[in-house]
């Protein structure tokens, strides 16, 4: 072997660099041997692969696009899961998680259409609420999505995806879960979101209320997106040309 081909020196002195490759390496195996790790990349078991921007973007209609795939993931196995990648998980979400209504899916794979507050009016001063998303919704031909889809879009997105897409929060709207706690009312309807706010990499919820006599004041703002299932027959379709209708995901949580 001639000299040029021992690429390691063009790393060294540099140790830190090899280090992080190792971490990283063994962290995707799950492994700790990181002489295990060289051995499964240099036979061929694991192959390194760029990096896919996750999601579809259409900057004029302020609307993206990603795709998302179940794997029959219960409440308590997504709260280990995303904990275990360093996401946090805000308490009413993962009372929301561990509800005995948490029924996950398998196999199933949703197209998902994120829409920016401006979708759904113009101007910074025009407040929108879940009744707004809702009923401008059911013009759109777009379906609620199950409630795991919160658990997919977090660890399919990171916050630097969150900040890209000028997004604090993306609201999964799903079917609301009630819960139970001193600070709310009995019954309490919440909806998940992937946000990035105080320290990030977080899991949260916000009030599902839609009514006029809300409890708690929800009005999105610029930075708020909203999530839902695009049906099979306007995938290929331009989303601002056709008109929608809202349709029931039948794997729905409730």
Not at 61 to 87: A, D, M, Q
Not at 160 to 165: A, G
Not at 216 to 227: K, P
Request: hydrophobic share 40%.
């Amino acid at each position: 072997m001639e000299k040029h081909d021992f690429l390691i020196e063009k790393v060294l002195p540099d140790l830190g660099k090899l280090n992080a490759l190792l971490k990283n390496q063994t962290s995707q195996m799950d492994i700790k041997d990181p002489n295990e790790m060289v051995r499964r990349i240099n036979s061929g078991e694991w192959k390194v692969v760029p990096v896919i921007k996750n999601y579809w973007e259409d900057k004029k209609n302020k609307v993206y696009r990603l795709s998302v795939v179940s794997g029959g993931t219960t409440g308590p196995e997504w709260i280990e899961r995303l904990e275990k990648k360093n996401f946090k998980i805000e308490p009413e979400a993962r009372m929301a998680l561990l509800s005995s209504n948490f029924k996950p899916t398998k196999n199933v794979t949703r197209e998902i259409v994120i829409l920016k507050k401006d979708f759904f009016c113009k101007g910074e001063k025009r407040k929108v609420t879940n009744k707004d998303v809702i009923l401008q919704a059911t013009n759109k031909k777009l379906i609620i999505p199950h409630i795991e889809v919160a658990c997919l879009i977090r660890e399919l997105l990171s916050d630097k995806d969150l900040k890209k897409m000028n997004l604090l929060s993306i609201v999964i709207m799903h079917n609301p879960v009630c819960i139970n706690v001193e600070s709310l009312p009995k019954n309490f309807p919440i909806i998940l979101a992937a946000s990035r706010h105080n320290q990030g990499n977080l899991l949260n919820s916000f009030s599902g209320e839609t009514d006029n006599n809300s409890f708690v004041e929800n009005y999105w703002d610029a930075q708020s997106g909203f999530a839902f299932v695009l049906s099979q027959a306007y995938l290929s379709e331009d989303l601002v040309k056709k008109g929608w209708s809202l349709k029931f995901d039948n794997s729905n949580l409730i």
